[in-house]
């Protein structure tokens, strides 16, 4: 209750540790092939890449807020800023998608070292409207920029050959392009939160006062952490943009940025699945939903409410709990 | 008349108008938000809503039942604050023993909720109100609006009357203990939990009463809440929330900045609070008139 003592309050991920080693691995693996056999038992290759864009967008955002404990409502900025990058440079310049993806990542990067500099100099709710504002100073930005095609965004941006040989312009290739690239990511961020550097994060999460008296320089992993996190969600947001062939001002708006912090709530905070899965349960309700307009900001909303209220550490999160308990 | 900077007055007293009324809604729900995260540890998301159902509630009362805007500046405030009475003691008091940030996660989700009904209900594009003051006066270097010189003294007097029940009455002085020590003013047998609803309320009731003077001088909209609330968020950082003074002051001079802005670098004009507040956490990162945890 009282603002003097943070500490006392349990962490904002009270999620227990999930999926150790091999079995981990082994549910991966699980989840690769079936995302690699789902276009053929009826899954629509356009979709199942919206969800894996998504999904990689809200498990770089679940490593901070899972693994440093730093809610960021501005994530937005690099998905959208990134899309923007990727569009731009594979239209107009003309450049093959895996350099459009590797522009748009590397503007990420730069853009997550300008603004976690800034932004880690304040902790928790703080830090949530700071990266908040200065997502929306990002949102002006390319409202007014030339480069971003204004209201309309950047259109119709050409499915170009992966490294000039594979043709993209098949969704199901394209698909398979776009697992590739998750799974690459997944892998970085799995390997990050199972090295010496993610113990230091979680360190950092539980107890900073205790990370900064061992001797480490807290700001510094809080710092790389960020700049990870920033990139993965320029990949996320370069890769949709190659996808639907749109970069939009949507993608940088503060609703964006609200609702990867759905996705990773629904699915579970702090866990290495849930924004997987919370993507795919997102995403799945607002292509069901598409028919009912404003209806589906109510029902993210009470979503929200009732995840708070009811299910805090998420489907994966409950459902980890619940193997605990029983085994 | 002289020309400031090859500007001529009018536009430059304009813009500075605007940038005061600006920086009295700044000011109005800064103030709101600083005296609810004070005792409750909840950053209110759900301020924007709550101001813009302020403004809705005025024209509502206006368009359906022909309750004049005057009575709605009192009604409405009571209303809403009513109804965020209902929201702390349905939801968030569930949540006061948890981390701060499922406070405003779950904020954010009531503002969501009310933001969807009210573009259901209204669709994107605003609503006209007509100005209960119409006319103006001219001062020779600038054409005065009433209403909007209204708007400007109305809440300076509710901002100074808040700081001064806050920081020179009894009441004022069992909140400001309580967001201290809650456990300890407590133990002398004053009813805790109920100001901390009380005081949400009137956190409520003061983004309400913003949204009601707002009505007649922007279009009422169900996006004029969640626009405002950023860069509300951007005065609060800025200010820091330790202060009540802190927050007016900075409000209102954010307001003035903005407008003056407007005038000599237009293109900036929207992102202006945001560079100030990029500056401030450079140099003071608590804020100017917070204190560094």
């Given at each position: ?17 999930v999926?150790?080693g091999n079995?981990?691995l ?8 079936l995302m690699?056999?789902?276009?053929f ?9 919206k969800?894996l ?20 409502f501005?994530?937005?900025m ?9 569009a ?19 503007v990420?990067?730069v ?9 880690i ?13 200065l997502?929306?100073?990002?949102f002006?930005?390319?409202?007014q920029?030339?480069?971003t ?6 259109q ?17 290739t ?5 697992l590739?690239i ?13 090295s ?34 920033a ?6 947001g370069s ?12 993608d ?7 609702e ?7 699915g ?15 995403i799945?309700?607002q ?11 109510v ?19 409950e459902?980890a709990a ?6 | 008349?002289?020309?400031?900077l ?7 007293f304009?813009q500075?108008?605007?940038g005061l ?6 000011a109005l729900?800064?103030?709101?938000l ?5 005792l409750?540890n909840v950053?209110n998301?759900t301020?924007?809503?709550q ?9 509502m009362l206006l368009?359906?039942?022909g309750?004049?805007f ?7 405030p009571l ?14 008091k569930?949540?006061?023993h948890?981390?701060?940030l ?7 989700g ?8 009210f573009?259901q209900q209204?669709?994107s594009?605003?609503?006209p ?5 119409p006319g103006?006066?001219?001062l ?7 209403y909007?010189?209204?708007i400007?003294?109305f809440s300076?007097v ?11 009455t ?6 400001r203990a309580?967001?201290e020590?809650?456990d300890?003013?407590?133990a002398?047998g004053i009813?805790v939990?109920?100001?901390?609803t009380?005081t ?10 913003a949204?009601?003077l707002?009505a007649p001088?922007?279009q009422v909209?169900?996006?004029?809440g ?5 860069i509300?968020?951007?005065v ?13 002051l900075?409000g209102f ?12 670098y237009p ?8 560079v100030i ?6 140099i003071k990162?608590?804020g100017?008139?917070?204190k560094q945890?």
């Amino acid at each position: 209750m009282n603002a003097s003592a943070p500490a006392s309050t349990p962490p904002v991920t009270a999620a227990p540790h999930v999926e150790s080693g091999n079995r981990g691995l082994l549910l991966f693996l699980g989840f690769v092939a079936l995302m690699a056999l789902a276009p053929f038992v009826g899954g629509y290759p356009v979709f199942l890449m919206k969800v894996l864009c998504f999904a990689l967008f809200a498990c770089a955002f679940n490593l901070l807020i899972g693994y440093v404990g730093l809610l960021s409502f501005g994530h937005a900025m690099f998905f959208g800023m990134s899309a923007y990058v990727s569009a731009h440079t594979v239209k107009v310049l003309g450049w093959n998608p895996e350099f459009g993806i590797l522009a748009g990542a590397a503007v990420a990067a730069v853009l997550g070292l300008i603004v976690g500099l800034i932004a880690i100099r304040r902790q928790g709710i703080y830090f949530a409207m700071v990266t908040l504002a200065l997502s929306q100073m990002v949102f002006f930005f390319c409202l007014q920029a030339p480069f971003t095609g204004g209201e309309d965004g950047i259109q119709s941006v050409p499915r170009r050959a992966l490294f000039g040989v594979i043709d993209t312009k098949n969704d199901l290739t394209m698909f398979y392009v776009v697992l590739a690239i998750f799974v690459i990511c997944f892998a970085i961020i799995y390997r990050t939160i199972h090295s010496p550097f993610g113990q230091v994060l979680k360190a950092i999460r539980e107890n900073e006062p205790r990370a900064i008296s061992l001797g480490y320089q807290v700001d510094r992993y809080k710092l790389l952490a960020f700049v990870l996190s920033a990139t993965l969600a320029g990949v996320a947001g370069s890769t949709k943009a190659l996808v639907f062939q749109l970069a939009s001002l949507t993608d940088v708006t503060w609703q964006m940025s609200g609702e990867v912090v759905l996705m990773t709530l629904v699915g579970g905070m702090g866990t290495v699945f849930g924004p997987v899965v919370g993507a795919a349960v997102i995403i799945g309700m607002q292509n069901y939903l598409s028919g009912l307009g404003e209806w589906v900001l109510v029902v993210q909303g009470l979503i929200f409410v009732v995840v708070v209220l009811l299910f805090r550490r998420g489907i994966v999160g409950e459902i980890a709990a619940r193997f605990k308990r029983g085994g | 008349m002289f020309e400031l900077l090859g500007i001529p007055p009018q536009a430059f007293f304009g813009q500075l108008l605007l940038g005061l009324i600006n920086g009295a809604f700044y000011a109005l729900l800064s103030l709101g938000l600083a005296v609810i995260f004070g005792l409750l540890n909840v950053i209110n998301f759900t301020h924007g809503a709550q101001y813009m159902m302020g403004a809705f509630g005025a024209w509502m009362l206006l368009n359906w039942v022909g309750i004049p805007f005057w009575v709605s500046l009192v009604v409405v405030p009571l209303l809403v604050g009513a109804f965020g009475v209902v929201l702390e003691r349905v939801f968030l008091k569930h949540l006061y023993h948890l981390d701060h940030l499922y406070g405003l996660l779950l904020t954010f989700g009531l503002a969501l909720i009310l933001e969807g009904l009210f573009r259901q209900q209204f669709g994107s594009s605003g609503q006209p109100f007509s100005n209960p003051i119409p006319g103006g006066t001219n001062l020779g270097f600038m054409f005065l609006p009433h209403y909007r010189a209204f708007i400007v003294v109305f809440s300076l007097v509710v901002c100074l009357a808040t700081w001064y029940m806050i920081e020179r009455t009894k009441l004022g002085s069992y909140l400001r203990a309580a967001t201290e020590r809650p456990d300890l003013v407590q133990a002398f047998g004053i009813n805790v939990p109920r100001m901390i609803t009380l005081t949400y309320g009137f956190g409520v009731a003061l983004a309400a009463l913003a949204g009601v003077l707002a009505a007649p001088a922007y279009q009422v909209s169900p996006l004029m809440g969640s626009n405002l609330i950023i860069i509300v968020f951007a005065v609060v950082v800025i200010g820091g929330m330790g202060s009540i003074m802190g927050s007016i002051l900075t409000g209102f001079g954010l307001g003035i900045v903005e407008g003056l802005t407007k005038v000599f670098y237009p293109e900036a004009s929207s992102i202006v609070i945001f560079v100030i507040m990029v500056i401030v956490l450079m140099i003071k990162p608590a804020g100017l008139f917070g204190k560094q945890k």
